[in-house]
């Protein structure tokens, strides 16, 4: 039995069984501590890049030569600035992951239980929502609507937002986080250490 990613359906064993269902030994899994990752790991900041210096016409140089100096000098402003972008939206994307994962840990440990085979799932639900924001973020800070090289053109950043929100919502499926997934999710048992599986 497989879930929405094709993790095991572990809900069964972690939130009770109130079908009374004969549960596979492949669908248990015991419950684990959920150490909070090292996020400057998980997300390595890239280093910071020098500003290109204007450049500024020397007296004996030729309008040409000082164009093409004017050329890559905007050619390498422009790299700088995607660079500083890069360092600016990592450094947001760990506070905010960091974040989540202290909104959302505790309630997943306390209500659905989670195992050792989900850690990695609920680190990458956290960047995922970062990421998201960030992307966010950045539209509205340039717009829907950018100049491109042809003109006037979607913001790139709308689709890069549409696949982190598609992304997030196979998270929430699959861990219960919203109103609707959470109806399939029965709760955790309270108590009951006669009926824990790995007794």
Same mark, same amino acid.
């Given at each position: 039995?497989?879930?929405?990613?094709?993790?095991?359906?572990? /809900?069964?064993?972690?939130? #009770?069984?109130? #079908?009374?269902?004969?549960?596979?030994?492949? =669908? +248990?899994?015991?419950? /684990?501590?959920?150490?909070?990752?090292?996020?400057?790991?998980?997300?390595?900041?890239?280093? /910071?890049?020098?500003?290109?210096?204007?450049?500024?016409?020397?007296?004996?140089?030729?309008?040409?030569?000082?164009?093409?100096?004017? *050329?890559?000098?905007?050619?390498?402003? +422009?790299?700088?600035?995607?660079? !500083?972008?890069?360092?600016?939206? +990592?450094?947001?994307?760990?506070?905010?992951?960091? =974040?989540?994962?202290?909104?959302?840990?505790?309630?997943?440990?306390?209500?659905?239980?989670? #195992?050792?085979?989900?850690?990695?799932?609920?680190?990458? %639900?956290?960047?995922?929502? =970062? !990421?998201?924001?960030?992307?966010?973020?950045?539209?509205?800070?340039? #717009?829907?609507?950018? %100049?491109?090289?042809?003109?006037?053109?979607?913001?790139?950043? +709308?689709?890069?937002?549409?696949? *982190?929100?598609?992304?997030?919502?196979? *998270?929430?499926?699959?861990?219960?986080?919203?109103?609707? /997934?959470?109806?399939?999710?029965?709760?955790?048992?309270?108590?009951?250490?006669?009926?824990?599986?790995?007794?």
């Amino acid at each position: 039995m497989s879930g929405p990613v094709g993790r095991p359906a572990l /809900a069964i064993v972690r939130e #009770g069984n109130p #079908g009374h269902r004969p549960i596979p030994e492949s =669908a +248990t899994v015991p419950p /684990a501590e959920f150490p909070e990752p090292d996020w400057s790991k998980e997300l390595p900041e890239s280093k /910071a890049p020098r500003k290109p210096k204007e450049p500024i016409r020397d007296e004996d140089e030729s309008i040409e030569h000082f164009i093409q100096r004017e *050329y890559r000098y905007e050619k390498q402003l +422009t790299d700088y600035e995607l660079r !500083r972008q890069a360092i600016n939206g +990592t450094r947001f994307v760990k506070r905010r992951a960091a =974040a989540e994962w202290a909104r959302v840990v505790p309630v997943l440990l306390q209500s659905i239980g989670l #195992g050792s085979p989900d850690y990695s799932v609920v680190v990458d %639900m956290c960047i995922c929502v =970062a !990421r998201l924001e960030w992307c966010e973020h950045e539209l509205s800070r340039e #717009g829907l609507i950018v %100049m491109g090289q042809r003109g006037p053109c979607k913001n790139p950043m +709308t689709t890069v937002a549409g696949q *982190y929100r598609t992304q997030l919502k196979t *998270y929430i499926r699959e861990l219960g986080l919203s109103p609707s /997934a959470r109806t399939g999710l029965p709760s955790r048992p309270d108590g009951g250490e006669d009926d824990d599986p790995f007794d």
